[in-house]
C-alpha cells in the first residue's frame, strides 16, 4: 500500500487547540461494522455503550516534561526532546541546533546545569545531564510539556494536569496516550457501576510517533521503536474476560500496538521490551474486539492502524462523517469506538440513548 492512500483533508479549525473544560464531555462517534450506521454520542455514554464483564485496558504510563533549551559553547541555541530515560542521567533525544553538536561538546541548559552530548543514536543523540539530582525528578521542575506540534500555542499551567490521564502512574512518555485523556474519576467510577473491568498496559510513547512517513511504499518504512510492557496480571484479565464472554476494548493506539507486540501463535503473553511493530492493513488485529481511539493525523501510522482493524472504507467513511458533523482533532480532540471490521463483540442493536 501506499502512504497517499491515507491521505485526507481536514479543515485546519477542526483542529483541537485546547481541552474541553470536562474530560468526559468530548463526543464519541460509534463506528461498528458495515453497513451498520454511525451514532453521534459523548464519551460519557460509555457505561450505556459497553456491558457487564467487559474489560477496558489503558496504557498507564505519564508524560515528563520532556523538553529543555539551552546553548552551545559557541552562542548557538539548542533545543532538547529527550525520546527516552536512559537510567544514569542518560538519555536519549532530539537535538534541533544550526549545526550538529559532537561527541564531547557541552551545552549548558537555561534551567541550570549542562547536557554531554555522548554521540549518536541512529537519528537521535545519546546525552549525559551534569545536575544535582536524578534526572526523572529534575525535568518534572526544569522540563517543559512537549505539546504535539500541530498546538500552535505555547503549554499553559492547565496542560500539566490535562496532558495527562488520570492514571498515569509510570514515567517515561513524551507525548500522552490521548485517548485515555477522556476518562475522567466520574466516568470510571459509573463504568465500575456497570460491572466493566480495567486493565493496564505500559507503553512510553516517544517522540517518533509525531515523525511522517517519508516514503510513499509503505513497506520502505522504518517504525520508530518504543518501550512496553503488558504484564502477567494483564494477560490474565484478559484470558478470563474471553473465558466468561466479555470484550476486550483497548483505550488507544498505544495499548493495540503493546497487545500485538506480545501476541505469540495467536495467544497474548506476557512482555517487556520494546517494539518496532508496523501495523497496516491486511494484519489482522486479534488483541481486542473494540478500541477508543481519537482522530489521527492524514499519512499517519496510527491511521493504518486503525484502517487494518475496521477496514480503510470503513474509517474513512467516519472520518468524512466526523469532518461533517464539525468533531474535533487529534490530541485535544474527540473520539471514535471502532468496533473490528470481523464484527467479533460488536453490537447488534441501536445503541441505547442515556
Known sequence: MKKS???????????????????????????????????????????????????????????????????????????????RLLGGQQARAQVGASKSPKPGSRIALDAGGEVEVLGRDGEFYLLRFDIPEPLESWLVHAGRLPLPPYIQREPGADDRERYQTVFARQVGAVAAPTAGLHFDEPLLERLRGRGVQFGHITLHVGAGTFQPVRVDDLSQHVMHREWLNVGAELVQQVRRTRAAGGRVIGVGTTVVRALESAMRDGELHPYAGETQIFITPGYRIRSVDAMVTNFHLPESTLLMMISAFAGRERVFE?????????????????????????????????????
Do not use: C
Request: no cysteine.
Open 318 to 354: 467516519a472520518y468524512a462523517h466526523a469532518i461533517a458533523e464539525r468533531y474535533r482533532f487529534f490530541s485535544y480532540g474527540d473520539a471514535m469506538l471502532l468496533w473490528s471490521r470481523e464484527g467479533t463483540g460488536a453490537p447488534t442493536d441501536a445503541p441505547i440513548h442515556s
Open 5 to 83: 492512500d491515507f491521505n485526507y483533508d481536514l479543515p485546519a479549525e477542526l483542529i483541537a487547540q485546547a481541552p474541553l473544560p470536562e474530560r468526559s464531555a468530548s463526543r464519541l462517534l460509534l463506528v461498528p461494522p458495515a453497513p451498520a450506521a454511525f451514532a453521534d454520542r459523548h464519551v460519557r455514554d460509555l457505561p450505556d455503550l459497553l456491558q457487564p464483564g467487559d474489560l477496558l485496558v489503558f496504557n498507564d504510563t505519564r508524560v515528563i516534561p520532556a523538553r529543555l533549551f539551552g546553548q552551545k559553547a559557541s552562542g548557538g541555541r539548542v533545543e532538547i526532546l529527550i525520546e
